[in-house]
């Protein structure tokens, strides 16, 4: 908060002096968030070409049939 500014009612309906987390689990979703998350930031030129996740995993798949053939081709 910066100094000399009072909090609002709505800080103080939010947030309490203290809260009880005696019978929470410390790290209960971190395995499966681990398991399931692979967040990649996009550069924003990048960003502007692909709508959503989809097109840009389908223009990676593309990329890399590409590269195998083209490996493929080489190595023959």
């Known amino acids: 908060m ?3 500014t009072e909090p609002s009612a709505r800080d103080d309906a939010e ?3 203290e809260y009880d ?10 395995s499966a968030y681990a398991a399931g998350s692979n967040i990649i ?4 030129d ?4 692909f ?4 097109a840009v995993n389908e223009a990676l798949r593309a990329l890399i049939n590409i590269a195998r053939r083209a490996a493929t081709d080489a190595s023959t």
């Open 41 to 44: 930031v996009l550069a924003p």
């Open 51 to 54: 709508p959503d996740s989809q």
């Open 15 to 17: 947030l309490l002096d």
């Open 2 to 4: 910066n100094e000399g």
């Open 21 to 30: 987390f005696r019978g929470g689990v410390r790290g209960k979703y971190a």
């Open 46 to 49: 990048v960003a502007a070409v």
